[in-house]
């Protein structure tokens, strides 16, 4: 017999997921060109001793979405976390910093009061640590229904979800589309595929990960995959730029268009 608990569940998360495509969008046009982003999630130290590196050799810089909870934590999927050092020596090289919430909570299952807490604290974190600018935020396990969507708009904050497929023309800064590099997404090649769609319409990929190391979780990536990426990336040609830094550009822009569509 189904399992009608189940069923309903996998229906209301259908229904949030075309709830949040439509409606509370934060509306901006993307300025010409081919733009990729590099991020991190949580994030397993081996992102910031493997990977971080690999970037900073091709004068890049990655965008690093922080859980503060998971400080000097070790994970049974991920190994170590990040120490203080880790986000130190990132910040000094110039990386750019995203709310992760502190705990990595599920965000569809929040209250407003919770969300809220969770960015202040998360905030507070990253000040101690020495980050003060943060433009975006990253919802963890892509867990995002309309009321977190609509609560986090709040925040200003650029919103990111994990639906794959790049950002083009008039995005959604509220729910802004990412591709994982996890196995049950096709892990680097369906990145380098996206990729590949930049050559015939300009647009704002963004990729993410978790673990980069030789035996990685099914969420990360091994170093040799991530080189790979980094190296399809230099030959497209295409511009590496934080979430942060084109937050700021399109700050700036006189072209920016903010509109409540609904
Ligand atoms: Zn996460």
Request: net charge negative.
């Amino acid at each position: 017999m189904a399992d009608l608990g189940y069923l309903s569940r996998k229906i209301d998360r259908a229904i949030d997921k075309i709830l949040c495509e439509i409606f509370d969008k934060r509306a901006v046009t993307l300025p010409a060109g081919r733009y990729v982003s590099l991020c991190f999630d949580d994030f397993p130290q081996s992102a910031a001793r493997i990977a971080a590196p690999m970037i900073e050799r091709r004068d890049w810089r990655a965008t690093w979405y922080v859980a503060g909870g998971f400080m000097g934590e070790t994970e049974p999927e991920y190994g170590q976390m990040f120490t203080s050092e880790d986000l130190y020596a990132l910040r000094r090289k110039g990386h750019d910093f995203g709310c992760h919430t502190f705990d990595h909570i599920d965000c569809s299952t929040a209250s407003a009061k919770e969300l809220h807490a969770q960015v202040r604290k998360s905030a507070a974190f990253l000040a101690a640590n020495g980050i003060s600018e943060v433009s975006s935020f990253a919802f963890p396990f892509g867990a995002v229904d309309l009321a977190a969507k609509r609560v986090m708009s709040q925040t200003g904050l650029a919103l990111r979800g994990v639906k794959p497929g790049t950002n083009r023309g008039s995005i959604d800064l509220n729910m802004l589309k990412a591709c994982g590099l996890q196995d049950n997404e096709g892990g680097t090649a369906r990145a380098i595929e996206e990729l590949e769609t930049l050559k015939h319409q300009d647009g704002w990929l963004i990729i993410f990960t978790h673990d980069v190391r030789e035996t990685p979780s099914p969420w990360g990536v091994t170093p040799q995959d991530y080189e790979h990426l980094l190296d399809a990336i230099a030959c497209f040609g295409a511009e590496i730029v934080t979430v942060g830094d084109m937050m700021n550009r399109l700050n700036a822009s006189d072209a920016r268009d903010v509109r409540a569509v609904a």
